[in-house]
């Protein structure tokens, strides 16, 4: 399986950002994907998760402001981040739990 994330990027407080991960070398169909997130200095700590194409989880830092979904024709997961604040600054991963598989990152930076 490989992981290919996308998205990040240097946006304002209370701003927007969306995050896609495309999923490759697996077989069926992508249900479950997570994500994940490291600020600098601290442990990666995981964010939202996504199973059965449609059940979806959240971190409570998150909860109300993050949406994570999947586009099964294209294995594309996303993470629709809204009400963005300095403190969800970090590199975001995604991951495919299945084989414990993580994309290579993406920068998330919020300023105030």
């Known amino acids: 399986v490989q992981l290919q994330a996308s998205g990040g990027g240097l946006v304002q407080a209370g701003g927007s950002l969306r995050l896609s991960c495309t999923a490759s070398g697996f077989y069926g169909t992508l249900q479950n994907m997570a994500w994940h997130r490291q600020a600098l200095g601290k442990e990666r700590e995981w964010v939202a998760r996504i199973t059965g194409g449609d059940t979806t989880t959240y971190a409570d830092s998150v909860k109300g402001r993050f949406a994570i979904s999947i586009d099964t024709a294209t294995s594309t997961v996303y993470l629709d981040m809204n009400g963005l604040k300095p403190a969800d600054t970090g590199v975001y991963y995604c991951?495919?739990?299945?084989?414990?598989?993580w994309g290579q990152g993406t920068q998330v930076t919020v300023s105030s």
């Open positions: 991951d495919y739990p299945l084989t414990g598989t």
